[in-house]
Each structure stands twice: as C-alpha cells, then as structure tokens.
C-alpha cells in the first residue's frame, strides 16, 4: 500500500481570505473561496484549487462507485459535438441561448454539450442491434456547458460545470420503470453516503421532454427552487409541478353578467379599491407573446403567475411579457381593461381555480369599464386550463388537502423517463425477439456533481467555516502545529505516521503564523478532526478536537493515531 500522502499547508497552492469576494451573493461562494477550494476565473467558470479539487474528486468517486452498484457502465463522449444530431432533435434551436454554439476552421456549426442524449442514443444505435443487447445504463461523469443568463450563486450555477448523466435503453415500458427504479435507489445512496439533507419531489419533465421525472432536492436558503412539503402526508414536489384538478361548479344562481363603470382602474388593487370587493373577487388576465402570438392568460386577481410553469407548458415555443407597443394595432386589446368575455382573436389559457361556473369580475374590453357576474364557461370559453399559479403556503396539499409548507431547495439531480422522443428523432430500433425492429424507451438520468460541493458547503457550514462530512472532506485530520519548532516537528512527526496508518493527513506547519491565524484557517477548512500540537508538545501530547461539535480532548501520540484509525 503506497502510503496516503501528507498535504503540507507552507506548500499548498491556495490562499485562505478573510474578507468575502465582493460579488459573492451565497454563503457557499463566499467561504469556498475564502478557505481557497476555487477561484473564479471568469463569470460562472472555476478552477478548483488543490482542496477544492479533493472535494470534488471525493463527490465523483461515490456517483461512481454507486452507478457502478447498478450496473452502469462508464463511458466518456466529447464536449465538443457536431451540430447534426442535435438538429434532427430539434434541440440545436429548442435549447435558445443557454447552448454555447461555435463554428471550426472550415465553418462547421459544433456545440458544447449541455447534456448529451443525442450522442448516447447514436452510440446505442451504433453498438446494439438486438434485444439480446438490452437492457442498458450507461454514464459518464463531465464537463457540461450551459450559458446561464444569471450565473450569480458561484458553484451552484456555473456556465461550465461537472455532471454524471446516465442514460438507460430498454425494450419495453416495464423495463424502463425497473432502469428508473434502479436510478431512484443509487441517487438515494448517493446523497445519503455524501451527507447531504434532500427530499424527493415531483418534477415537471421541462425541455427534455418525456413524462415521469423527480428531483432531488436539497433544503437550503440559497436555492433556486421552491418545493411544497406537506405536514400531513408523504407529498412533497416542486411547486413548478404542481398542478391541481378542475373542479366545475354550479352557476345557477349567478345573475347575467353587466357591465360596471370603474373610471381610473387598471390594476387589480385599483379595481378591488374603489370596488370594496378582494381582489380574489377579480379576474386578472395577463398578456403573453407565445412565438410572438397573443395569448391571455386568467388567474384569479389575488394570485400570481408562475412563469416558470407558463413556459413549461408552451415549450419549446418561447414565451415573452407584452410591451407597449404590442397593443398598437390592436384595438380589440384594451390595456388594463381586458376579459375574455367577447375577445375572438385570442387564445385564452385560464388557470384550474377559474373553472368551468365561477363568477368573476373583470374587463369589459372598454377604457374604465369592467363587467360583473362574468362566468366561465357561460360568457366566455377558456381554449385550454393549465395551472399556471404560484403556489403558495398553506394552498392545500393536492393529496390530502392540508396546508403546504413552502421551502427553498437546490436541484442536486433529476430522473427522467424520456420514453421513445430521441429513439423516434434518431431511429434507434434493435431486432426483437420475433425478429421485427423494436423502438427504444429511454431514460435520463443527471446528477450534478459540482453543484453538490456546493450544496453541502451551504447546508453544512457553520459560523467559523465549512464543515465536511468525512467522507467528502479533503483530508481526515487537519494537524496545526501551534507554536514554533518544537510544533512543528511533532506535528510533522505525527502527520507521517497517520499517513502510514492510511489516514489522510493536512497539516499546518507553516511558520512564522501564529496559532490563531492557523486556529482560524483550520475552522475555515473544515476538515472533520483538527489535531493540535501546542502547549504540552514536549511531553508528547496532543488536543484533538472534533470540528463540528468544538469537542476537545487530550491524547498521546499512540492515542491520537488509534483513535483517528478506529
Ligand atoms: P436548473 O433548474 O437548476 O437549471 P436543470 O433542470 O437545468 O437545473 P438538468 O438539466 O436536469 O438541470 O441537469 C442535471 C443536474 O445538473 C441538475 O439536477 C443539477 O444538479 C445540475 N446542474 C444543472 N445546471 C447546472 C449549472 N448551471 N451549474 C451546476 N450544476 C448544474
Ligand atoms: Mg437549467
């Protein structure tokens, strides 16, 4: 056994920094940085540092091991890819500005990966041919690029940043599930065996498209994400994929509609103002641009829209706000003023909560003039219901009907029943067993793997640093020679025999640094265990100190080497 190697801080190539870097808005970012882990080297793009770089490798190493458990079989494509398959996908357009396109020497249009389907369903078609060859995982863990437009969370949203997708090829429905089924369990195993808190929730499929996706998530202030937990049942899902059941109601009793003068009001709050009504009372109509088409879309007037979902449900056409401008040759369009009761040439997209004989209160297409007693389904027709509402805390749990408690989280990975869409785009077929081409169903699978440094860093860190779980952490011990000579060498002394023993030693043996710069660094770095040679260094003993809980100890040489193998 070639002995683990002892990391000496008077030789590391990284800086610790007590001040955070001025553009840093997350708590992961700030101290990443600050214990010398990475160092930004142009918006959303990081180099990682010697720590950084152990962190990361530790992360990669447990994907692998557990992609490996079931059955998956590593490979590595390029990140430089040719523009063809992604244009029978559709995707070279589809994916808008996030892909990173460039061209060669002689003009060819080429890529940068942002993910990979495409080349793993031509490697399949190109490697199988018949059901004997199936099923099968295939991974890779990669360098992805994606141009985010608001690259501002450091690690957590990089432009160029490192993902394990996996891909899995089946035959049948069943089997995809059992593939699907496999994922869910190395993921569970994965998060678990890195320390990370998640939960997994429902997901919308976005623009990978195909039916039956989850993510993980990881419960954390400086998430992206907001998912709903439900107190009383096991429902938990990203409020993005929320969506809740049309439930019709009687309109009997609602008199016809008519028209109301209300001069002056074209907002919601101005309308239930002079009204005396809630704006729950009203219906709010919003204007999108769908491929640069009108389209209104009705929520009740206290809600918001999620454009998130708006877009999800228009993929891949872009959706865009109208302007001003978008009302000038459109006099059927009346600004502030707009109900879809008499408006022809528009689609007309309303949420579940305006369901077929609820009663509203909205535009009546007139400047200063809106119409009550307006029913849907009466005087007006809605083109398509979709959920299109932020959810809230407290809306009810689509499952049981208790209140939804809201979180932030962070998307640590994402499981995906693609079905047959890239098969069918790219021809994959194998023979069947009755000797007829049998198309592939095909499931994707990511984890992203810089993104969990990241997410462990804000869910673990504490008010004097970073704080690893061991397996994760860039060394087992972190050994501060506090003090000057004497220190120094027994704790270089000590960091040798560790290393002989197989532990995975950092030691501090910078000199000319006092003890509470070295006490303050080593909080920053967070490795799990903080050995101090100080004081009692003549006698041969030692302070270890347990870096989450701050438990101190005193040890002999022997004892600490003993209690840092068991
Ligand atoms: P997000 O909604 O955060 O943009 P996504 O839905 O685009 O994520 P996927 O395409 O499912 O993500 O990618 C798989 C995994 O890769 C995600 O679960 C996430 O952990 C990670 N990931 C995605 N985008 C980034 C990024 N810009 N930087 C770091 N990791 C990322
Ligand atoms: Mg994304």
């Not at 997350?26 to 080297?41: D, E, F, N, P």
Request: hydrophobic share 40%.
């Amino acid at each position: 056994m070639v002995n683990a190697p002892v990391q000496r801080m008077s030789q590391l190539m990284a800086k610790t920094l007590r001040d955070d870097p001025a553009d840093a808005e997350v708590l992961s970012h700030k101290l990443l940085v600050r214990a010398g882990y990475v160092r930004r080297t142009a918006a959303g793009i990081w180099t990682w540092l010697p720590l950084g770089k152990k962190v990361l490798a530790n992360v990669e190493r447990i994907v692998r091991e557990e992609m490996d458990a079931i059955g998956g079989q590593e490979v590595l494509l390029p990140a430089l890819l040719p523009r063809e398959p992604y244009e029978a996908t559709g995707r070279w357009d589809e994916y808008g500005p996030e892909l990173f396109r460039l061209q060669d020497r002689k003009g060819g249009d080429y890529l940068l990966g942002p993910t990979h389907e495409e080349i793993f369903t031509l490697i399949v078609k190109d490697q199988a041919s018949s059901y004997k060859d199936l099923p099968v995982i295939l991974y890779q863990i990669q360098t992805k690029f994606r141009d985010e437009a608001r690259p501002r969370a450091g690690i957590l949203r990089g432009r160029e940043f490192l993902m394990k997708d996996s891909y899995s090829f089946d035959l049948a429905d069943e089997g995809l599930a059992e593939s699907y089924a496999l994922h869910r369990v190395a993921y569970q195993r994965i998060f678990q065996r890195l320390g990370l808190d998640y939960r997994i929730c429902a997901a919308t499929a976005g623009a990978m498209g195909g039916s039956k996706s989850e993510e993980f998530l990881a419960p954390a202030g400086a998430g992206e994400d907001t998912f709903a937990d439900c107190p009383s049942c096991d429902f938990a899902a990203n409020t993005e994929a929320i969506a809740y059941e049309l439930k019709p109601v009687d309109a009997a009793d609602v008199p016809a509609s008519e028209e109301i003068p209300t001069p002056d009001t074209p907002t919601i709050e101005t309308l239930a103002a002079s009204l005396g009504v809630p704006a729950s009372a009203t219906l709010k109509n919003l204007l999108v641009k769908v491929d640069g088409e009108i389209v209104a879309i009705g929520v009740p007037g206290d809600r918001e829209v999620d454009m998130g979902k708006v877009e999800a449900h228009f993929a891949p056409a872009a959706v865009e706000l109208v302007t001003a401008d978008d009302f000038t040759d459109r006099p059927d369009l009346v600004r502030g003023y707009v109900g879809p009761q008499g408006l022809e040439k528009v689609r007309y997209i309303a949420d579940p909560r305006v369901a077929p004989g609820t009663s509203w209160i909205t535009g009546a297409n007139k400047e200063h003039t809106h119409a009550k007693n307006v029913v849907a389904g009466r005087d007006f027709e809605v083109d398509a219901y979709v959920d299109v509402v932020v959810v809230q805390e407290g809306d009810p749990c689509p499952n049981c009907g208790a209140g939804l408690k809201l979180d932030r989280a962070i998307e640590i990975g994402h499981i995906f029943q693609l079905g047959r869409k890239y098969a069918d785009a790219l021809k994959l077929d194998v023979l069947g067993q009755n000797g007829k081409p049998v198309r592939v169903t095909m499931g994707s699978y990511g984890v992203g793997v810089s993104r969990a440094v990241a997410a462990l860093a804000e869910q673990t860190a504490d008010e004097h640093g970073l704080c690893w779980p061991k397996e994760v952490a860039p060394a087992d011990v972190h050994v501060v020679a506090a003090g000057k000579a004497l220190q120094i060498e027994l704790a270089l002394d000590v960091s040798q025999k560790l290393a002989a023993a197989g532990v995975r030693v950092l030691v501090d043996d910078r000199a000319g640094v006092s003890p509470g710069v070295k006490f303050t660094d080593a909080e920053l770095i967070g490795v799990p265990q903080i050995l101090v040679a100080g004081r009692r260094s003549a006698e041969g003993v030692l302070e270890l100190k347990d870096r989450r809980t701050g438990e101190r100890e005193e040890l002999t040489v022997d004892e600490a080497i003993a209690r840092l193998t068991a």
